[in-house]
């Protein structure tokens, strides 16, 4: 709110200060993007938790969902905001922006991929319950390119286990609309131009230390066994349309 009552004051100021009141939004756009305005292309919130910080529980703990959201996922946001705060036309989606992450600065990737991804791994998850499967078409397209369930999650599994150091997990729709596994380092994820495989992220899986250290120390193996009781199967198969 703050920051559109900003924009419209640089707005209204800009088009006061060339002494024209009306103004086709084009032009008006021109004008807060020019050089000399101090100028904000996007501005990106913290998302609230689409559930309890506790609701995870015994999968993943409140302690841990408290820190992950509170402070990394804030932070990222901060740190974003500041990385876009001194990019003109900065764009308000960020898939434009992984779409040219050449372009960008390194605080970009990392922070932004940081927003982007956690805020789709509170999404991929709910309160964990037994015998949670995917249905209809997302688990007849896992079946369809891995062969079975239990096959997909030890795909998964041994991609999450050997992403050396930090980094993502992610089932990811290939354009042909074909399922494939994929790790990424840091914050990458598969929108982005430079990641080593592309798509669109399915499901994603958080294997930095500070997802599970608190609980599970150095078991990462265990970790991942235990995130299948807590996959959003409905928002997966929202994902794959
Ligand atoms: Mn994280």
Not at 113 to 134: A, I, R
């Amino acid at each position: 709110m703050m920051e559109n009552s900003r924009r419209n004051f640089i707005k209204k100021t800009a088009m006061a200060g060339v002494g024209l009141s009306v103004l086709p939004s084009v032009l008006a756009n021109q004008i807060i993007s020019s050089p000399n305005q101090i100028l904000r292309g996007a501005s990106f919130t913290l998302p609230e938790l689409p559930y309890a910080f506790n609701a995870l529980e015994p999968y993943i703990d409140e302690q841990t969902m408290k820190i992950h959201h509170g402070k990394h996922h804030a932070a990222y946001v901060n740190n974003l905001n500041k990385a876009a705060e001194s990019i003109a036309d900065f764009p308000e989606n960020l898939e434009t922006v992984f779409s040219n992450m050449e372009k960008y600065p390194a605080a970009v990737r990392n922070n932004g991929g940081g927003h982007w991804n956690h805020t789709f791994f509170w999404k991929c998850m709910q309160p964990g319950k037994e015998n949670n499967l995917p249905q209809g078409k997302i688990a007849e397209a896992i079946n369809r390119d891995f062969g079975s369930f239990e096959e997909f999650k030890k795909k998964f599994k041994e991609t999450a286990l050997g992403q050396f150091g930090s980094g993502w997990a992610w089932l990811i729709k290939e354009p042909d609309g074909k399922l494939i596994i994929s790790g990424t380092p840091n914050q990458d994820n598969p929108l982005m131009s430079l990641s080593a495989k592309k798509g669109i992220p399915v499901l994603g899986l958080d294997v930095w230390e500070h997802a599970y250290y608190l609980k599970y120390q150095n078991k990462r193996g265990d970790y991942i066994d235990n995130f299948w009781y807590v996959v959003n199967w409905n928002q997966v198969a929202e994902n794959f349309k």
